[in-house]
């Protein structure tokens, strides 16, 4: 039963809670501050995936200029994504980045894409570098359930420094005049143009704002694992939407906390699942069935917050009232 | 009161002394409808004009097209000497020609404070780098504020401030849209129906206001469908029907125009409510 919580408490606080909620902090300023429907974070994760492993592997990059590779790109699909549909209604920034994010995921994982993107097989070995830029001595360090060694350790100082820091950047933003400006646009783009503002050019930075926040998280989540083109699909934005949606989309803690909250009811649920499915407790489910049944159960909670405080955890009701 | 303002008899695109806006040839079709087609229009400097006629004559698409809100087929149009044709919106409010909209747009979930501060220009902490360092905008922001709050006061929504513009009632967002469209500090403002909701006691207030925006020395076109508003406090109306001008002149010559009462009325409707009729009828 220890293990069990203590396998909750530890994936509150895993680097890939953190990348998640970095991707959701992203789609907070996009959606919730912006007004963007972006459905494609998961192509802006990938860019930061392949383009800093491969930026590494194929090229032999340092890690900052892999890091530097993968920023770019991110702001050129940013780019791509937004000249055709930001003058148009919102709508179509939705299936725009919904389709690129899938056509991204098909052409990384084709055969004749292996020599560079590894194909179906995906890509590792990249991480060498960014493990040598760690001070903490060799070791295991914590205590009970909860040690790691040296670079579980950095990962996590890592992982969750950027989250505090990308949550600072967007309070900042949101609470300037820049914030003012494109909370405007989410509220009606034309009374915002009709006061001299370049509508155009706001929801172009948001894009690319909430975008390099998605590609720094593509490459945390990337650093102790492998690449895997199956990770990118429309799954994982839909995760992030959940985790945004749970924290409340126009606040700045919300898609952090949504992330957590999302991590470990998940793995607090398939812990107790399996427990019970072990002890003959629970006899009408196999253990291959826990892995699914436990989004299920994350499904019905999100139905049941929805009901219950549809503005998310952290959100305003007073805000909500008048939406309908 | 016509020679004041025009330099010769009351028709339809007479030339003013003191043009702030020319147009030329505007004319915007949608399908088989032509909704505006105007030949040629000057609207005077420092003057309320009021723009009347009858629903669906193309008042607010000639607005949509004037603001860069909307592309005419053809046409040109120069404001404050300024050619605007095919200029984004966004800049032909920057040049200091603001308008509102017949259906008010309010930002639900900013504060009425923040909504009237969108509406300055040239705070730096609009750009996204500047945004990041408070001390770089923090001062435009009081001056900012203070000006709102002045303006808020003027039009009795300075109790209302914090409050969510979502829980405006009608009128008072009618009220709010038009004090945020003067944060921008324009030369020339157009209203689309500003009474258009607001009780009768708000009216006389509102008049004042508009009459107020002359006195600062701003350029007023205006939207209305009640008489009484447009014979109080304009200077000069021009009267649209089916998408041209068919009459212009001071308020009270313009409202005896037979081709005006028709227009209203509907008689000759479609037949002859040409340019001819009312040379003929003047
Ligand atoms: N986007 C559009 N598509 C098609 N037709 C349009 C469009 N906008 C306006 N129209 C048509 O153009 C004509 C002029 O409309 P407009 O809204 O300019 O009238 P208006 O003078 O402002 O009327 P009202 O006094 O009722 O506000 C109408 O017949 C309208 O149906
Ligand atoms: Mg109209």
Redesign the interface.
């Known amino acids: 039963m220890d293990l069990i919580f203590s396998n909750a408490v530890n994936a509150l606080f895993d680097p890939m809670t953190a990348a998640y909620a970095i991707a959701a902090i992203g789609i907070a300023l996009h959606f919730g501050f912006t007004g963007l429907l972006n459905f494609g974070q998961a192509s802006f994760m990938a860019v930061g995936a392949y383009g800093f492993a491969i930026a590494t592997i194929s090229f032999g990059l340092p890690f900052w200029g892999a890091v530097a590779v993968s920023v770019g790109l991110s702001v050129i699909l940013a780019f791509l994504l937004g000249i055709p549909t930001l003058r148009l209604r919102s709508d179509y920034l939705a299936i725009v980045t919904i389709a690129a994010s899938e056509m991204l995921r098909y052409i990384v994982s084709t055969t004749s894409a292996q020599p560079l993107t590894g194909g179906p097989q995906g890509l590792n070995n990249y991480s060498t570098e960014f493990y040598g830029l760690n001070p903490i001595p060799v070791g295991t360090y914590g205590f009970w359930n909860f040690t790691y060694s040296e670079r579980e350790v950095f990962m996590r100082i890592v992982s969750w420094t950027l989250v505090v820091l990308f949550a600072i ?1 967007l309070a ?2 949101v609470r ?6 494109i ?2 646009i ?3 783009e ?10 155009y050019a706001y929801k172009m ?1 948001s894009l690319i ?1 909430g975008g390099l926040m998605g590609t720094v998280a593509g490459i945390l989540f990337v650093i102790p694992r492998s690449v895997q083109p199956g990770n990118y699909g429309t799954q994982l934005t839909f995760f992030l939407w959940t985790m945004l949606l749970l924290g409340g989309a ?1 606040t700045v803690i919300g898609s952090v906390i949504g992330s957590m909250i999302f991590w470990g009811l998940l793995s607090l649920s398939d812990d107790l699942l399996r427990a019970g499915v072990d002890n003959g407790v629970i006899t009408f489910l196999t253990n291959d069935q826990v892995g699914t049944i436990r989004f299920m159960i994350v499904g019905l909670g999100l139905m049941l917050l929805v009901i219950f405080r549809p503005q998310g955890i952290f959100g305003n009701k ?2 909500l009232q ?1 939406n309908g | 009161m016509a020679n004041e303002i025009a330099k010769g008899p009351a028709t339809p695109g007479v030339a003013k002394h003191d043009p702030i806006l020319i147009v030329d040839n505007v004319r915007r079709q949608f399908g088989g409808l032509v909704a505006v087609d105007v030949e040629h229009l000057e609207i005077p400097r420092g003057m309320i004009t009021a723009l009347i006629g009858p629903n669906g004559a193309g008042k607010t698409t000639f607005f949509n097209l004037l ?1 860069g ?1 909307d592309t005419p087929d053809t046409g040109s149009w120069t404001f404050n000497g300024t050619k605007l044709s095919g200029v ?4 032909v ?2 040049m200091g020609m ?4 017949q259906l008010t ?6 504060t009425v404070l ?2 009237m ?3 300055a ?1 040239r ?1 730096p ?4 780098f ?3 360092f ?1 001390p770089l ?1 923090a001062k435009n ?1 009081k001056a900012i504020t203070v000006r709102a709050e002045e303006l808020l006061k003027r039009f009795k929504l300075d109790a209302k401030s914090e409050d ?1 513009a ?2 405006l009632s009608g009128g008072q967002r009618k009220l709010l ?1 038009m004090a ?2 003067l ?2 500090e324009p030369k020339m403002v157009m209203l689309d129906e500003p009474m258009a909701g607001v009780n009768p006691a708000l009216t006389q207030s509102l008049l004042e206001h508009v009459k107020g925006l002359k006195d600062q020395g701003m350029s007023v076109l205006f939207v209305e469908h009640d008489m009484h508003m447009v014979r109080n406090i304009s200077d000069w109306v021009i009267v649209m029907a089916e998408g041209k001008v068919v009459a212009e002149g001071p308020p009270n010559e313009v409202m005896k125009n037979p081709a005006v009462i028709d227009a209203y009325l509907g008689a000759h409707h479609d037949s002859d409510l040409g340019a001819d009729k009312i040379a003929k009828g003047e």
Request: glycine fraction near 6%.
């Open positions: 950047v900042i933003l300037s005049p820049w914030g003012r400006v909370k405007g989410r509220e009606d034309d009374a915002v143009r009709s006061l001299g503002k370049n509508v930075q704002v126009s007073k805000e008048f | 603001t809100f984004p919106s966004y800049k409010a920057r603001v308008r509102t909209f747009k309010s930002l639900n979930l900013l923040e909504n501060r969108l509406g220009q705070q902490g609009e750009s996204i500047a945004a990041l408070k905008w922001e969510f979502a829980s849209e945020r469209a944060m921008t």
